[in-house]
């Protein structure tokens, strides 16, 4: 993925790509709902018990068990490349990624943590590099009504929030999930004001 240049699509074979995708999915990559009993999942250490616990849902990616199967998946790329050549391999990566985005998705649409009217966004080269965006979109289009990929949306969000964080969310939740519509720092002001005078009664 560093490596990596427009160029280098150029002659894959997007069906073999698809294929060995699929292949590395099912013998591979395993992504759910993290289980209570887990403290790694993946190359991650997690509490779900504690997460749970507070109301947050986790959902993890893995290879195998614990990463377990990463040897396994550097054996595939290898024998990808030797088979397939290398402009396949990357556009085999670009399906692995759009299908881990698939995944994730659907694991958090079937536990309802993603509501109605939400929009999906993509950040960070796993997901905005080569062919990616286009095929993220054929596996999501159903989902979401719109969906916005960002080359670094930490520094671009950290830019907004600087700007105005009562742009953000509604009156009673400042931060997150407001979109489009004005500020909201005058409605922010009245129901303070609002509540400074219940305090004082």
């Given at each position: 993925?560093?490596?990596?240049?427009?160029?280098?699509?150029?002659?894959?074979?997007?069906?073999?790509?698809?294929?060995?995708?699929?292949?590395?999915?099912e013998k591979v990559i395993d992504i759910r709902k993290v289980p209570e009993d887990r403290r790694r999942f993946g190359t991650?250490?997690?509490?779900?018990?504690?997460?749970?616990?507070?109301?947050?849902?986790?959902?993890?990616?893995?290879?195998?068990?614990?990463?377990?199967?990463?040897?396994?998946?550097?054996?595939?790329?290898?024998?990808?490349?030797?088979?397939?050549?290398?402009?396949?391999?990357?556009?085999?990566?670009?399906?692995?990624?759009?299908?881990?985005?698939?995944?994730?998705i659907d694991e958090a649409f079937e536990e309802e943590v993603i509501?109605?009217?939400?929009?999906?966004?993509?950040?960070?080269?796993?997901?905005?590099?080569?062919?990616?965006?286009?095929?993220?979109?054929?596996?999501?289009?159903?989902?979401?009504?719109?969906?916005?990929?960002?080359?670094?949306?930490?520094?671009?969000?950290?830019?907004?929030?600087?700007?105005?964080?009562?742009?953000?969310?509604?009156?009673?939740?400042?931060?997150?999930?407001?979109?489009?519509?004005?500020?909201?720092?005058?409605?922010?002001?009245?129901?303070?004001?609002?509540?400074?005078?219940?305090?004082?009664?």
């Amino acid at each position: 993925i560093d490596l990596y240049k427009r160029s280098i699509l150029k002659g894959a074979d997007w069906k073999k790509a698809r294929e060995n995708a699929e292949m590395v999915h099912e013998k591979v990559i395993d992504i759910r709902k993290v289980p209570e009993d887990r403290r790694r999942f993946g190359t991650v250490p997690v509490d779900p018990e504690a997460a749970y616990d507070a109301g947050t849902t986790l959902i993890g990616c893995d290879a195998g068990k614990n990463g377990d199967k990463l040897e396994e998946l550097t054996s595939i790329g290898h024998e990808i490349y030797q088979e397939d050549g290398i402009h396949t391999l990357f556009a085999t990566l670009d399906y692995v990624s759009a299908l881990i985005a698939k995944r994730l998705i659907d694991e958090a649409f079937e536990e309802e943590v993603i509501e109605d009217g939400s929009v999906l966004g993509v950040t960070g080269r796993a997901g905005i590099t080569g062919e990616k965006p286009r095929l993220i979109l054929e596996y999501v289009n159903k989902r979401f009504k719109d969906v916005v990929f960002v080359s670094d949306a930490l520094a671009l969000g950290a830019a907004v929030m600087a700007r105005c964080m009562n742009s953000m969310g509604t009156p009673h939740t400042p931060i997150g999930g407001r979109q489009k519509g004005p500020c909201i720092l005058g409605m922010r002001r009245k129901l303070q004001r609002k509540k400074e005078e219940k305090w004082i009664e």
